[in-house]
């Protein structure tokens, strides 16, 4: 039997190219968030935090085509990927990111300022609380998952105990997109054994890494995949992306 199956990164130079080529033939961004992302790889010891241009444009077009005008994002590090959504909601949109770092908070609005992306605020704190408290005036088209793994199931609990239907204030709308980055993260969900390299090399390539992350993630892409009021689908590009559609 032939399994309908194609191997896209039999390697990383392929793999690198099959990325390049993919940038060159996807939605264009306004040269602002190209600078934007230069300047983030440019300047910050963490770069490596960033979405890439590739993902940037993958969820640029996603917005578009849920015709998301408000996104919210927890984890925002120094602004790139909330530019990417205040770009694709379009200036009578609104993004809000949360982020538990006051400096990286702080080089988000200053540089959300320089690039001109005024329907954008960033919210400092752990968004374990800040999430909880938030009360928006309308619900949330999309909410976009990228701080701590650790945090990931306690985000989605908190993402459906407070999008309840016929609630005031709920945080996202019925039909919304819940996106988790880095689902997979680097296939260590899915292989923690010895076939797969990055058991070697993740930790030495990511700070505050901890191997229960592994252990968060996979929690929480079950939690998507069986919950009776999302239809998940984790899609294995960049670092894994789980997906989720509210159904109610
Ligand atoms: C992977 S980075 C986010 C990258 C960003 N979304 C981008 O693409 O440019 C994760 C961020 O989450 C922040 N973070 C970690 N724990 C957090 C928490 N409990 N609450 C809010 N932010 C947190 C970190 O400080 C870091 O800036």
Same mark, same amino acid.
């Given at each position: 039997?032939?399994?309908?199956?194609?191997?896209?990164?039999?390697?990383?130079?392929?793999?690198?190219?099959?990325?390049?080529?993919?940038?060159?033939? +996807?939605?264009?961004?306004?040269?602002?968030?190209?600078?934007?992302? $230069? =300047?983030? &790889?440019?300047?910050?010891?963490?770069?490596? /935090?960033?979405?890439?241009?590739? @993902?940037?444009?993958?969820?640029? =077009?996603?917005? %578009?085509?849920?015709?998301? *005008?408000?996104?919210? @994002?927890?984890?925002?590090?120094?602004?790139? +990927?909330?530019?990417? =959504? !205040?770009? !694709?909601?379009?200036?009578?949109?609104?993004?809000?990111?949360?982020? *538990?770092?006051?400096? /990286?908070?702080?080089?988000?609005?200053?540089?959300?300022?320089? /690039?001109?992306?005024?329907?954008? $605020?960033?919210?400092?704190?752990?968004?374990?609380?800040? &999430? !909880?408290?938030?009360?928006?005036? @309308?619900?949330?088209?999309?909410? /976009?998952?990228?701080?701590?793994?650790?945090?990931?199931?306690?985000?989605?609990?908190? #993402?459906?105990?407070?999008?309840?239907?016929?609630?005031?204030?709920?945080?996202? %709308?019925?039909?919304?997109? #819940?996106?988790?980055?880095?689902?997979?993260?680097?296939?260590?969900?899915?292989?923690?054994?010895?076939?797969?390299?990055?058991?070697?090399?993740?930790? %030495?390539?990511? #700070?505050?890494?901890?191997?229960?992350?592994?252990?968060?993630?996979?929690?929480?892409? *079950?939690?998507?995949?069986?919950?009776?009021?999302?239809? !998940?689908?984790?899609?294995?590009?960049?670092?894994?992306?789980?997906?989720? %559609?509210?159904?109610?």
């Amino acid at each position: 039997m032939i399994e309908n199956c194609t191997t896209l990164y039999p390697n990383d130079i392929v793999g690198r190219k099959v990325s390049e080529y993919s940038d060159q033939h +996807s939605v264009p961004l306004p040269e602002g968030l190209v600078k934007y992302h $230069e =300047w983030v &790889l440019r300047s910050q010891e963490h770069s490596h /935090f960033t979405i890439s241009l590739l @993902e940037a444009r993958m969820l640029s =077009w996603m917005a %578009r085509m849920v015709n998301a *005008k408000r996104v919210l @994002e927890i984890g925002t590090f120094v602004g790139f +990927s909330v530019a990417t =959504w !205040a770009n !694709a909601v379009g200036k009578d949109g609104s993004v809000t990111g949360l982020e *538990k770092s006051p400096e /990286f908070a702080q080089m988000a609005r200053d540089q959300l300022s320089r /690039f001109g992306w005024n329907n954008a $605020e960033v919210v400092t704190g752990d968004a374990l609380h800040t &999430l !909880a408290r938030l009360e928006p005036p @309308e619900p949330y088209d999309i909410i /976009f998952i990228d701080a701590q793994k650790s945090g990931y199931p306690a985000y989605l609990k908190i #993402i459906l105990d407070q999008s309840q239907p016929g609630q005031a204030n709920r945080l996202l %709308r019925p039909g919304g997109l #819940i996106i988790g980055d880095n689902a997979l993260r680097c296939g260590l969900v899915a292989d923690e054994s010895d076939d797969n390299p990055a058991t070697k090399t993740v930790p %030495r390539h990511t #700070i505050n890494w901890d191997w229960n992350n592994i252990a968060f993630l996979d929690e929480f892409n *079950k939690m998507m995949h069986g919950h009776p009021r999302i239809e !998940a689908m984790l899609l294995p590009v960049f670092d894994g992306l789980g997906l989720g %559609r509210l159904l109610d």
